[in-house]
């Protein structure tokens, strides 16, 4: 017998991450979600199986937004897919700013998916990879690391002609650690002399560059 239709999927989705970011991921039940989307319990469970697939789906699509705002701001013209290799056309300057743009990646992603955004803050994919979960949404949440490493070492490449580990770590500084410690840990994201820091910060480190290869 076919599984019964959910008629938007995306409901379900909008309306765990609606619970999760309100009262936290405990909250996201398949009872709960159903109230919200006034579907069945037995559609919801035939079609996601559990209600930590339902949040991991839904943490899945929050990360996958994010990588896509990041990805835009960093390579506008190519988002979909990037080459690898470094840009000949590239001027330094432009692929500094298009690092900074990178770390200041977070207060864009708040600003049009203010709910995504705190589901990613509050809830952790290691959280999630602690649930009984399918191998292959285990292995899709799993992804989503490498496809930020792909990215990193992309802008490596076109600022430095060099994707190796030394390189890759500056990049990663850039637009891991220093947006944590200055808009997430402190909650600026939406301050305007924070972003300014930030680009200072990254500015100054990418200035420096990576230590000669080993």
């Known amino acids: 017998m076919p599984r019964p239709r959910i008629h938007d999927p995306g409901a379900v989705l909008d309306a765990a991450e609606s619970i999760a970011v309100r009262s936290g991921p405990a909250a996201v039940t398949i009872r709960a979600v159903a109230q919200a989307t006034g579907m069945s319990n037995g559609a919801l469970y035939h079609n996601f199986g559990s209600r930590a697939e339902v949040l991991g789906h839904t943490w899945l699509r929050a990360a996958r937004r994010f990588?896509?705002?990041?990805?835009?701001?960093?390579?506008?013209?190519?988002?979909?897919?990037?080459?690898?290799?470094?840009?000949?056309?590239d001027s330094p300057d432009a692929v500094v700013e298009a690092i900074v743009a990178a770390a200041q990646a977070p207060a864009v992603f708040t600003e049009r998916y203010p709910d995504s955004s705190r589901l990613l803050l509050t809830v952790s994919r290691e959280q999630l990879l602690d649930e009984e979960l399918p191998e292959a949404l285990a292995a899709e949440l799993a992804d989503t690391d490498t496809a930020l490493v792909r990215l990193l070492?992309?802008?490596?490449?076109r600022l430095w002609g060099r994707g190796d580990r030394r390189a890759v770590a500056v990049v990663t500084t850039c637009v891991v650690d220093l947006p944590t410690a200055i808009l997430?840990?402190?909650?600026?994201?939406?301050?305007?002399?924070?972003?300014?820091?930030?680009?200072?910060?990254?500015r100054a480190v990418l200035a420096v560059g990576p230590p000669p290869r080993s």
């Open 153 to 157: 070492v992309r802008m490596a490449r």
């Open 184 to 202: 997430l840990r402190r909650e600026r994201l939406a301050d305007p002399f924070a972003l300014e820091q930030l680009g200072a910060a990254v």
């Open 67 to 89: 990588l896509d705002v990041q990805t835009e701001l960093v390579e506008p013209d190519d988002a979909a897919a990037p080459s690898e290799r470094r840009d000949p056309a």
